[in-house]
Structure formats: C-alpha cells, structure tokens
C-alpha cells in the first residue's frame, strides 16, 4: 500500500489529537463536503484513479450508512491524526470537525449491519480455568504452572476466535484436572511427599512480607492431611567465607501468620564454630534449620520464612555500603555479614497424619455426610451440586448419569468414599460442559437467562455465575433492567472484579509484558526485579482503586494519587514513605500523575539502553486515544545505536536524523512528537533533565501534529483530557473487546459512541460504562455467523520502531 496516496484517501478526516471529543453536529446538507473531498482526495481516490482500491468519488456522501465500513476505518485514522501526513496539504481544522461530527451523527442514526456480531464456542483460558476452579472447588493454583499460555488478539487471550483446542491442549487440561481433584478432596490415607519452593521462584510475591522483617519468602502449600510436616531451609550462606556468621539474624517461620518457629543463626558463638570446625560447624549451624517440625491441619496455607529485621547499623560494613538497600531476595536484605535465605524451602510430610479435617474445599464438595444420607445418594447429591455450578446451568438426571460411573470406578478395589468423589471432581473439570462457553440464543437472536449470567460473570469476574447469579438466571429473572442492573452493582463490590485490573487493564495497556525489557546494568544500575515487580504492582493498585472505589475513568490520566513503598518512592523522589509496604500518597509533582507518570508505562515503552519516543508515542495513539499507527514496512531501517567514534547524541537528535526521510516522517511525523514530551523520564522511569550519555539537557518542546506547542508530559496531558470523550471511547472500545470475547466490527461503533455519551452524563464514571456495555445489544444478543473481512489477528501487533 503507497502510504502517502492512501492518507489522501482519509484528508477529509483530519483532527488533532484533542478533538476527537465530540462536537454538536453541524448543520446543513451534506452537499458542502464535496468542495472539500474534491480538493484534497478525489486526485489518488476517484473511480479513474482507485489508488489503494478507494474511490471516494463513487461513495454517496447523501447515505453514508452505506459505506460505514469504509467511513470507520476512516475515522479511526482521524482521532490518531494519521491522515495527511505531515507536510502534505490539509482541510481547516474547523472543517474536518464539522465534518467529522457530522459523520459520526448520521451514521449513529442510521446504523447498518447486523446489531451484534457472533461469537463462537470458546474454551476457558487459563486464567478463566484457574478463577473457575478456585471458586468451584476452593483450590488455588498457579494457571502458568499447569496450562499452556493462550493466543492473544490485541493483547486479550479471551478472544472466542483464539481459543480453539488441540490433543496437547486437552491432555494438558486433563491432567490439570486430576491434580486439581487430588488437592481439593486432600489425602485421607497420609502418603508422604515433598515439594521445594525456590527462593528466586518465589520472592515477589504479590503480598508483602510482614514488617520488621527481611531477606524472606512468602508463599502458598497445600498440606494434604492434618499431621505432622518437617521443614528444611536449604541454604543460609553458611559457607567457606564465614563473614554471613559475624552478626546474628533470628530467622522465624509463619503459617498463616502464626510463628511456629523462631531460632538464631550467626554472632560470636556460630563464627567461633565455623572457625574451629569448618566444614563440620557449618554443618552443625544447619541442622537446626533441618527438619523442623510443625503441625498443621489440611488445606492452602500461607508461608512465610524470613528474618527479623535488626538495627543496620550495629555492623560497621554499612559505613562504606550505605545501609540496607535492595537485594536479590526482596527489601532489606541486609549485608554481606549476615546469614539470607540462598536456596529454597522444602516441605515434607505429613507424618503421623490423622486424617483430613474440613478444608474450605471439601465444605464446597462435600454438602453431605454419607454416613447419614447413605454413599450413593450422598455421592449423587454432591455431583448434582458440582456439576451445577461447574456447568452454570441446572443439571438433569441424564448429566448425573455421566458422571456417576467415575464415582464408581473411584470405588473399585477397595476404593474410599473420598477417593471416588475424586474422580467426580476429575470428570467434571475435565467435561466440555465446564471447559467450553457456547451461546445459543433465543431465535430472535437474544440470549437467554442463563447465557446472560455467563457473559457477565465471565467479564466481571473471570469465572462463572455465583449461587445468586445462577438462582436468578435459573428463574428467569435476569432480563429485567432493574434487576440487572442491581447485579451488576452488586458484581462490581465483589473482590472478585479485581480481575478487571489484572486480566483486562494490565492487558490493553500491555503491561503484563514488563520481563519484556531487560534494562542495561550498566546504564541503570539501581534496576532489579524487585522494582520490575514493583512497578507493576503500583500499576495494579492505581487501576484498581479507579475501577473498584468507581471513579470517572479519565482520572486514569490525572489522578494525583499512587501507591509506592521506599524503593519506588525513592526512584520517584518522593520523599517521607519508610518501608517496603505498599500505601497510598498524594502525589505533590503534576509529572507523576496518572498513568503517564508510572514506571510500568514508562520502563515498558523503552529499550534496555534508552527511551524511545517512537514507542512511546504509539502507545498513547494506541492505548489512550484507540488509534494505533501502521506498523512499520519490511525492512525499514530501524537503528539508533551510538556509531563508533562520534560524539554521543541524545535520543532525540538520533531520531529526528531518521525522520529527515520523507517516507519515514509520513507516520513519525505523528507518533514522535506525543513520545518526545515524555523525553524527561528515563528507560526505567527516573525524571532527569540531561541525557547522562550524550551530556546534554533533555529537550521535551514537541509540537502535536495539530500545530499546537507543548512542552513536557503535563502539557500532554492537558491536551489529552481537554476533550475526555476521546479517551472514554477508547477506554470503551477496549472494554467492551474483551466483554463480548470478540475483536469489535463496523457496526459496533455506534453503540460505543452511545455507551461514552450515557456516561458522559455520570461524568464517565466506570460503573456507568460498565451497565452502558451490558444494556448495548451486542452484548444482548448472538449475531448471526459471517466472516471477518480481515481475519482475527491472532500475533500481537509489531512495535513501532525505533
């Protein structure tokens, strides 16, 4: 495709980066478009021309809902501002807004195309399985460690289109369930078995180890039977250099936040040990640290091994080494003189187990005791309750009847009551019925009670209908609006909407990839994965506390408030935040706030070695204004990198050298100048105002492709919520992809236009975008089967370089 003859084709849709919020539509009859079409469009796109295979020409400008394929995709280039490009003539901007808005108004009154799109039968993905199975049968597991990573389509691997099934796939969902079932039921008969945690596996744990403490993991075991399990702490740098032994650590393990260990390691005594005795006083020091014993009854528990935290500066190694700091093990952990955590945490047992007490799984599986009701009834009773929420639907006697045999065969041989409700568990998260999601709908193309349930749970909650969900669905009752909307609100308090944050906003930001960028050592030696998990973190937080306490979704570009600990708090400069808990600040600096300001954005649209404007400035066309650029062509020539023996130059005077092309500036003409005002914040995220390589202050002076003048990224945020609409439809479109399990089409885009103007009036608060999507039709409603016009894109999309 010719880049330039095809933003010629697009002229007459032209706006600047802030005004795609929306404008009263201008009067008069369409006929006062074709002067404008004509000057700067018909030339490359007219019948007689067709380049690009477009002839604006033929398109009746009178019944544009005829064309509304071809007039989408021509707005969508217009809110990024991706055609002309740069240099080549344009309409006045008041005449591309009132032809935009003009446009926008007819083909919202006049909608074309079906009301919905289809959606196939789709499989859980992995995060879908493991919320399902956490909340059916109370196991938690870890869905990387027993599934296979799903397809994404546009960062979403909840796309129906996706998530299709191979023998591989099933076998690992097989064999995914047996392992869920075995936890879930627990071991009645004792077998002991073991299972290490590795301390570089486990040391950022999503909850923060308690305070006073340091140098420690945390992390979840499930204990099969009450009894006694033994404990061995792997390694302690108890080595041939003794200096871990010169200052005592009291190292403790807690189960669920109970202490029930607590002992000493290293001062004068252990180093006077080691000294004397060497290899066998090391060995002496560790064997208080093997198989400590400790009682626990069955189920998911919290660990924690760790140290209690000590007064740093009672070792004079700090004189020269600053005091405490960042480790490999987490916050704190300490110096070179006193003993860490190196290895890993085995646990072992249960030994002289008696039994399985009633773990918060077995209360969800066992709703009846067999020595009361009788084994098969109460065995029959359990799987009609298993199989009805697991299938989200009420049961019938033929599906109790498919799955009694597995009941059966568990008994074969002398089999427990325990061992055959195993295999139900088994057989019913391995059943079609719980793995896969279909809409049938009604004939006139709406969805039934109950697929209605599914559809909301799923996108509010990652998992299947609840019990209240469910019963109401199962009467009928969903349908009603007020109802509806009573459970939405009710959907939205529940923890369980988190997933909200970490399935869907994490994703369309594309910050679930940070292990993407590995920043040079060299350049940033204050960078480790501590911060790496840091970072995403504080995104998590500050997304959540907009999506969950309900504010306006534009407070997600400039909100004042974040969540940081010391590390992060001291890359951001802000001072008076002690500690490595998580908490909520105020932000005092406009360039930290929202969004723009965070280290996961910024570390995410970097290069290990430096920023890049290009990355940057797609990532706001993409992800905050729903107008992503044209990936680059094959073979452009891409590199930055400082040539051998000239002076070093910042990143800006590289890039603009790059754009003196005129097939390059078509597009970087757009994108550069939206990532150069964020040129003040390094590759991981530190404000600086001279470029540490090159020696020469940071230039953030950019002009938007609208002509106006910013300087720095609080100009860019102004100009970006100027027209909040512009955002909320973004934020919308994306919303309502990853609700309806599809890439979104043609006709969808009047109902998301009409989603962002209802909730313009709640001053788009994200409950009032939420029951917008739910009350749309596509969300109603199946469409009927047709094919895409450009196929789902099932790769992630090519970076914009360089």
Known sequence: ???GCKSLALVVLIASLVTSGRSAPAAGPPDQYHAMLATYCYTCHSTRAKIGGLALDSLDLGAPANDARTWEKALRKLRGHLMPPPGNPQPSQKDVESFVAWMENTLDSHPKGP?????PIQRLNRTEYAASVKALVGVEVNPKDILPQDIQVEGFDNIADALSVSPAFLDQYITAARHVAKLAIGDPAGHVSNVKYLIAANQNSDVPLPPGTRGGVRFKHNFPADGEYRIHIGDLSVGL??????????????????????????????????DRKASEGRAAIMDRFTKIPVQVQAGMHDVVVTFIDRAHVES??????????????GFGTGNGRMARLADGIEIVGPFNSTGVSKTASRALIFVCEPQKTGEVACAKQITEHLARRAFRRPVTAEDVARLMPFYEAGREGGGSFDQGIEQVVAAVLASPDFLYRAIRARPDGTLTDLELASRLSFFLWNTGPDEELLTLAAAGGLTKPVVLEKQVRRMLADPKASSLVTSFAMKWLNLTTLDSVQPDPKLFPVFNEQLRHDFAKEAEAFIGSIFLEDRSVVELLTSDHTFLNDELAHLYGVPGVVGPQFREVTLTEKERNGLLGKGAVLLRTSYGDRTSPVLRGAWVLDKLLGTPPTPPPANTATDLSQKAGEAPKTVRARLEQHRDKASCNQCHGVIDPTGLALENFDAIGEWRTTDRQAHAPIDAKTVLPNGVPI??????RVQLVERPATFAEAFTEKLMMYALNR???YFDM???????????KDNYKFSSIVLGIVNTDAFRRQGPVAPKEDGVKLAAKTEPRP
């Open 1 to 3: 495709m010719r880049s």
């Open 115 to 119: 009301k919905a799109g289809y959606v």
């Open 241 to 274: 250099y003794t200096s871990t032994m010169e200052n005592e650590s009291t190292l403790v393990i807690m189960i669920d936040g109970r202490m029930v260990f607590r002992k000493p390691i290293g001062g004068p005594a252990d180093l006077a040990l080691v």
């Open 316 to 329: 004079d190694e700090n004189v020269g080494a600053g005091f405490g700091g960042i480790g490999v093990l």
């Open 711 to 716: 300087n720095g990224v609080v100009d860019l």
């Open 743 to 745: 890439q979104l089409e």
């Open 750 to 760: 009047p109902q998301v236009r009409a989603v962002v103007r209802g909730a313009a």
